[in-house]
DNA sequence: AATATTTGTGTAAACGTTTCCTTAGCCGGA
DNA sequence: TCCGGCTAAGGAAACGTTTACACAAATATT
């Protein structure tokens, strides 16, 4: 009976409870949203049943015009398909909803004029705070945020020049280079390379910066580097893969999981088996890589940490306005699989365990 | 500067434009809100100069509370991790926003309780619309939406007795289990298991009843059919595939994606090759069924279509809200992969395909 | 030239809340 | 009996918009 529906176009407010209730329409604002205000144990409950009766639902708009708070935080990522930012932004929803605010979750795509235009979404909504994981262009979406007094924290991507004006939770891509070059060079492989992809983002290039620092610390120079690099997708994946044959590499390091089922496709085309004829790590943790069948050894980032500490950076921040923004950053860790082999060794190097160390650690507190 | 930062906490108004420009509020409202209205060019101007200096960002929770329009859409699914919303997800978001709408992207983790409180939260602010995959209860929550006012469009899950009363967007999970199985039926095979799980929307029936009617067509009885069932998880699925070891079944419909990777990763650790010992099918498109050696043979359902269908349906409710329901089901294909090997045929039955074919328009045409 | 029409701008009343402040009623102490 | 101090509840002024309406000025019609 869609005529039924139709009937009264007008949402039940205030007032009406109000009237239905015999009482103000103040002190049916105060039972629903200021809990402290003692008003008698009957009229509460007349109210109460008042509302359930007429199905009165608080106008969250009209509130957060008078009030303060808004109810409503944002997450904004540049791929939302990306599982490493899916599963983060379920973590975070979930931790958002239990303090009682809805969660905006808004995908740029990686275009900055699509970024520009979801926050001026945003702003005009009047979110309490916002998670962003930026396309590209900090400083200008900041301000944004910045002139309108709504807590932020950056997601994963850092653009160092302005490190320590932001708030900001992300991984270590240094290590995480550093660590999936480190595996393959215990294992004994001396030409590895460098799968990675062109971004103006700085991560790639924190990455390699890592590969480069793991050779480094065994000896090796420049000569023995081997780095292609390309747009980021899987057919891209499967080109740079195809480049790398016929080099003297006896392992790669897969940058980035698009790429490194591109990648794998053309392994498998070629009938090349791992760790056999190539010994992978793949900087990532796509769900496949647990099904391959000989499994392929990750660099896991801990997601888990991460949507937890954005999420409660942000609320810290609602909470108090006026702290100052810290930077966390964390490290990853190795999920072994079974595409890592031992190679013909040249030696073992034992002792560069300890400035290994160093190295991870001076990263890793940047804080 | 943080200093800088607190110094006013109140966001500028269109107040403060219209003292900036010398004009009042009213045309200013005019300037950012209503584009019929003939302004004189200068005037129009010089209030957008100024707004623009003063950073000045329309109030959108104020201005919904006097207009009628929000702003912002909500999709509530039940399992956001699952690759099939997750990809419907984006792109539902992708559409709305080109109509200038927010959307705000929910969680119910299959939790009816979860659900009911983000439903209320919605209601609350008072969205314009609603992408709802429902966990369970359906009743009761688009009685909630119905009361006020809020179009909604149900997704992928529907619940038979009130089919015609919502508008819904889904797949034929009945045609999905027969295409399955009659693809393994094709290729020869006549002892087929069903891998199923334990849930109470009827997706899981629907796809069982697929695989029955497409058994009954190549003239197989109760005593051919081998369905397991457990929990939705990957541990589930590799305890039903250890299950089946020992039956007599040459092939397995994997009847989601979940279940299909705790379900190969048993048969990998078994030493099983697909298709040489058992020829497998899966429903749905797991990111990791084309990288697998040899690639799986997946049934696709129409992510892609049923987002549009879904968000253009509740777009056209919001403009018209007195249309009456709509029902749109979509159909799966097969996208061949090399899990499927042809069997010791017993009969080929080429005259069955009219029949099929039959059946499957009989259900895909619900509407 | 007087009136009618159009055109551009502003006034002010909503919208559904929150919250400051007042008031009414009550009690106890002087 | 009067007054001060409570308590519980309501009146009314915001909040930042939208928009019906009034109005003044400019143009068109008689």
Redesign the pocket.
């Known amino acids: 009976m869609p005529s039924t529906v139709s009937k009264s176009r ?2 039940v ?3 009406d409870v109000a009237n239905k209730a ?6 049916v ?2 039972v ?3 809990a402290e205000r ?3 144990p009957a ?1 509460r409950e007349r109210v109460l049943k008042a509302a359930a009766e007429i199905g ?1 639902v ?2 969250a708009a ?2 957060s ?4 708070r808004r109810g409503i935080l944002a997450v904004v990522v540049a791929q939302f398909g990306n599982t490493f930012f899916t599963r983060m932004c379920v973590e975070i929803v979930s931790i958002a909803r239990q303090e009682g605010y809805v969660v905006t979750l808004c995908n740029s795509d990686e275009d900055p004029a699509q970024e520009r235009i979801i926050l001026e979404r945003l702003v005009a909504q009047r979110i309490d705070g916002c998670i962003l994981s930026p396309a590209l262009s900090l400083e200008s979406n900041t301000a944004l945020l910045q002139r309108h007094h709504i807590p932020y924290v950056i997601l994963e991507r850092s653009f160092p020049a302005s490190a320590t004006r932001h708030n900001f939770v992300g991984h270590d891509n240094f290590q995480s280079g550093y660590l999936a070059t480190r595996h393959l060079l215990a294992a004994g492989h001396r030409r590895i390379a460098f799968v990675g992809w062109d971004s103006p983002i700085p991560n790639v290039c924190e990455r390699v910066d890592g590969y480069r620092a793991a050779l480094r610390e065994y000896g090796l120079t420049d000569k023995h580097e081997t780095i292609v690099n390309g747009e980021l997708s899987e057919a891209a994946g499967w080109r740079m893969a195809a480049q790398l044959t016929g080099s003297a590499c006896t392992a790669i390091v897969l940058g980035h999981h698009d790429i490194a089922k591109g990648a794998l496709l053309y392994l498998q085309h070629q009938g090349m088996r791992w760790p056999g004829d190539l010994s992978l790590v793949v900087i990532g943790t796509p769900e496949w890589a647990g099904v391959l069948s000989p499994r392929l050894t990750c660099i896991e980032r801990p997601e888990h940490q991460m949507a937890v500490a954005a999420a409660s950076l942000l609320l810290e921040n609602i909470s108090n306005p006026n702290k100052q923004p810290i930077q966390r950053m964390f490290t990853s860790t190795v999920i072994e699989g079974d595409s890592v082999g031992k190679s013909e060794t040249h030696d073992q190097r034992r002792q560069s365990l300890r400035s290994r160390t160093a190295v991870s650690q001076g990263k890793a507190s940047l804080r």
Chains 1, 2 share one sequence.
Do not use: M, P
């Not at 015999?22 to 002190?27: D, F, L, P």
């Not at 015009?65 to 303060?68: L, N, R, S």
């Open positions: 007008k949402s407010t205030i007032k015999g009482t103000s329409i103040a002190t604002s105060y629903f949203s200021n003692y008003l008698r009229l009165y608080k106008n009209a509130s015009i008078k009030g303060k």
